[in-house]
């Protein structure tokens, strides 16, 4: 998969948390719509069963009424028209979906109707339902009346019957509801008959809910569908109220990936911390390694001293020469210590463990590292010369770690003039604008261009069986006392700068 360019991706970097919260937030608001959508579906599934259920209900009474007026006829036939009439106007008045009712004789073109007239293209329809009946009840569209329909039933319910009996139907009260939710726009249903929409309004795709009603004797389907609209899935106040959650969730978001990415860096920044320190320790007990004999030679002088002058002590003693015995004690005293010096340095150099801060000389360090490269100094036929700023300002480090620092650059600069004629390192510290630096520069023959923009890499080296660690772990250290180390090419020599703020300045900027 192809990648970015690091510039492409640096500009786009400052705008990946808002496209991820218009993200989260189009998710939030997208979900809830296709939830509510479910929802409302679910619901239309409900409210259409119960309405399946009262109009099945409501269609059954249907076949009772029909049976009482065939009664009715039967007994009374036309002669009692009014008897019908009387009926039929208290089915009617209990019933209001029951619009008309007709009595027609199928022997002559008599009929008994609550309408206010009497009309022969109904009387026909009744009289052609009846003839195909079979002796069910037969259903027909009204086509006078739009949204309704006939149900005929012959009288009495024999091949021998006497007249047509119907009912006219409103389809449109047979589905009342009071439901609140039938008056959403996006919610529609309707009633068919033979395949042909006789109530209702029209439905946009496949209808959700498509049953026969429960009555045997009116198979009419009930079709229900809902298609919610936008505004509807989603309301300005629901869409504010969600994007202000998912906002809120994504700051805790956030919030919780920079506190784990701030856990890991300093995590990360502790392992390498102590890499460092391993590393450092380890160079360290290495380099003393190389320096054992020099080490020797180094402790052999004052050890040499103090047995000549003990030896000499003696003699004095025995003689009773005491004035002059004082002297070679005093002396004998100076060289004890100096050798114990030499040996505190050497365990203080080797001492592992974590590093303690504080304020620190740097014209210490250098002077503790010139002793400890002496004496190989003198056997490889190096100079070391130190020009060191007096009055110098602390820094704040750690001495080791420092000591560390100046050990690698001296050591490197000692190996770099170790092939030329003039063997010469040369260790500065001076003051400049709030700030300690130190350089070591040598009179070797410079650092080859093609490791000039790596020195600091690891494992990159121009001395063969170097590692290529000394200067990486150099950077580290300088860097976690907030300074700076840089090549530089003074005149044709070699030299490493390492500036490091002084500890006030330090204090102040409050690292």
Same mark, same amino acid.
């Given at each position: 998969?192809?990648?970015?360019?690091?510039?492409?991706?640096?500009?786009?970097?400052?705008?990946? %948390?808002?496209? =991820?919260?218009?993200?989260?937030?189009?998710?939030?608001?997208?979900?809830?719509?296709?939830?509510?959508?479910?929802?409302?579906?679910?619901?239309?599934?409900?409210?259409? +069963?119960?309405?399946?259920?009262?109009?099945?209900?409501?269609?059954?009474?249907?076949?009772?009424?029909?049976?009482?007026?065939? /009664?009715?006829?039967?007994?009374? #036939?036309?002669?009692?028209?009014?008897?019908?009439?009387?009926?039929?106007?208290?089915?009617?008045?209990?019933?209001?979906?029951?619009?008309?009712?007709?009595?027609?004789?199928?022997?002559?073109?008599?009929?008994?109707?609550?309408?206010?007239?009497?009309?022969?293209?109904?009387?026909?329809?009744?009289?052609?339902?009846?003839?195909?009946?079979?002796?069910?009840?037969?259903?027909? %569209?009204?086509?006078?009346?739009?949204?309704?329909?006939?149900?005929?039933?012959? *009288?009495?319910?024999?091949?021998?019957?006497?007249?047509?009996?119907?009912?006219?139907?409103?389809?449109?009260?047979? &589905?009342?509801?009071?439901?609140?939710?039938?008056?959403?726009?996006?919610?529609?249903?309707?009633?068919?008959?033979?395949? @042909?929409?006789?109530?209702?309004?029209?439905?946009?795709?496949? %209808?959700?809910?498509? @049953?026969?009603?429960?009555?045997?004797?009116?198979?009419?389907?009930?079709?229900?569908?809902?298609?919610?609209?936008?505004?509807?899935?989603?309301?300005?106040?629901?869409?504010?109220?969600?994007?202000? +959650?998912?906002?809120?969730?994504?700051?805790?978001?956030?919030?919780?990936?920079?506190?784990?990415?701030? /856990?890991?860096?300093?995590?990360?920044?502790?392992?390498?911390? +102590?890499?460092?320190?391993?590393?450092?320790?380890?160079?360290?007990?290495?380099?003393?390694?190389?320096? +054992?004999?020099?080490?020797?030679?180094?402790?052999?002088? %004052?050890?040499?001293?103090?047995?000549?002058?003990?030896?000499?002590?003696?003699?004095?003693?025995?003689?009773?020469?005491?004035?002059?015995?004082?002297?070679?004690?005093?002396? *004998?005293?100076?060289?004890?210590?100096?050798?114990?010096?030499?040996?505190?340095?050497?365990?203080?150099?080797?001492?592992?463990?974590?590093?303690?801060?504080?304020?620190?000389? &740097?014209?210490?360090?250098?002077?503790? &590292?010139?002793?400890?490269?002496?004496?190989?100094?003198?056997?490889?036929?190096?100079?070391?010369?130190?020009?060191?700023?007096?009055?110098?300002?602390?820094?704040?480090?750690?001495?080791?770690?420092?000591?560390?620092?100046?050990?690698?650059?001296?050591?490197?600069?000692?190996?770099?003039?170790?092939?030329?004629?003039? @063997?010469? &390192?040369?260790?500065?510290?001076?003051?400049?604008?709030?700030?300690?630096?130190?350089?070591?520069?040598?009179?070797?023959? =410079?650092?080859?261009?093609?490791?000039?923009?790596?020195?600091?890499?690891?494992?990159?080296? =121009?001395?063969?069986?170097?590692?290529?660690?000394?200067?990486?772990?150099?950077?580290?250290?300088?860097?976690?006392? #907030?300074?700076?180390?840089?090549?530089?090419?003074?005149?044709?020599?070699?030299?490493?700068?390492?500036?490091?703020?002084?500890?006030?300045?330090?204090?102040? @900027?409050?690292?």
């Amino acid at each position: 998969m192809p990648q970015l360019p690091e510039n492409r991706l640096r500009r786009m970097r400052p705008t990946l %948390p808002v496209v =991820g919260w218009v993200l989260l937030v189009l998710i939030a608001l997208s979900s809830y719509a296709f939830w509510e959508r479910r929802r409302l579906e679910a619901l239309l599934l409900e409210q259409a +069963a119960i309405l399946h259920r009262q109009a099945s209900q409501r269609a059954d009474q249907h076949d009772a009424h029909l049976t009482a007026l065939s /009664t009715v006829a039967v007994k009374d #036939g036309t002669g009692r028209k009014d008897l019908f009439l009387e009926v039929a106007a208290a089915i009617k008045s209990f019933y209001p979906r029951i619009r008309a009712i007709d009595l027609v004789s199928l022997s002559d073109a008599t009929a008994i109707t609550t309408r206010s007239a009497a009309d022969p293209e109904t009387n026909d329809a009744v009289r052609e339902a009846v003839r195909a009946s079979g002796g069910k009840l037969v259903l027909r %569209p009204q086509f006078q009346a739009a949204g309704t329909y006939l149900l005929v039933k012959r *009288s009495p319910n024999t091949s021998a019957a006497l007249y047509g009996l119907a009912l006219e139907i409103d389809a449109g009260m047979l &589905v009342r509801t009071e439901s609140a939710f039938w008056d959403r726009p996006s919610a529609r249903y309707s009633l068919w008959l033979d395949g @042909k929409m006789l109530w209702g309004a029209s439905l946009e795709g496949a %209808p959700q809910f498509d @049953k026969v009603l429960g009555s045997a004797s009116q198979p009419l389907v009930l079709k229900a569908a809902i298609s919610p609209r936008l505004d509807e899935l989603l309301t300005p106040r629901t869409a504010i109220a969600l994007s202000a +959650a998912a906002t809120l969730l994504y700051a805790l978001i956030l919030l919780g990936l920079r506190q784990m990415a701030r /856990t890991r860096a300093v995590e990360h920044a502790a392992r390498l911390h +102590a890499q460092d320190a391993r590393l450092a320790h380890a160079s360290r007990v290495n380099a003393l390694g190389e320096m +054992a004999s020099g080490m020797a030679h180094e402790l052999a002088q %004052p050890l040499s001293a103090i047995l000549s002058q003990v030896q000499a002590g003696k003699r004095l003693a025995a003689r009773g020469d005491f004035d002059r015995l004082g002297q070679i004690l005093a002396d *004998s005293e100076l060289q004890t210590k100096r050798a114990a010096a030499i040996l505190d340095r050497l365990r203080h150099w080797t001492q592992p463990g974590e590093p303690v801060l504080g304020e620190i000389s &740097v014209n210490q360090a250098v002077e503790n &590292v010139e002793v400890l490269l002496q004496a190989e100094a003198a056997r490889i036929g190096v100079e070391i010369s130190c020009e060191l700023a007096l009055g110098l300002p602390s820094v704040l480090g750690n001495a080791v770690e420092l000591e560390q620092v100046i050990f690698n650059l001296v050591r490197n600069a000692m190996e770099a003039v170790s092939g030329v004629e003039t @063997k010469r &390192v040369m260790i500065l510290t001076e003051a400049l604008n709030g700030s300690v630096r130190l350089s070591v520069s040598d009179t070797g023959p =410079g650092i080859p261009e093609v490791l000039r923009n790596r020195l600091f890499d690891p494992f990159v080296t =121009g001395k063969p069986g170097g590692t290529g660690l000394g200067l990486t772990l150099c950077q580290r250290l300088v860097e976690r006392m #907030g300074g700076e180390i840089t090549p530089a090419d003074d005149a044709g020599m070699t030299r490493f700068d390492v500036m490091l703020p002084a500890a006030g300045k330090r204090s102040e @900027k409050g690292e």
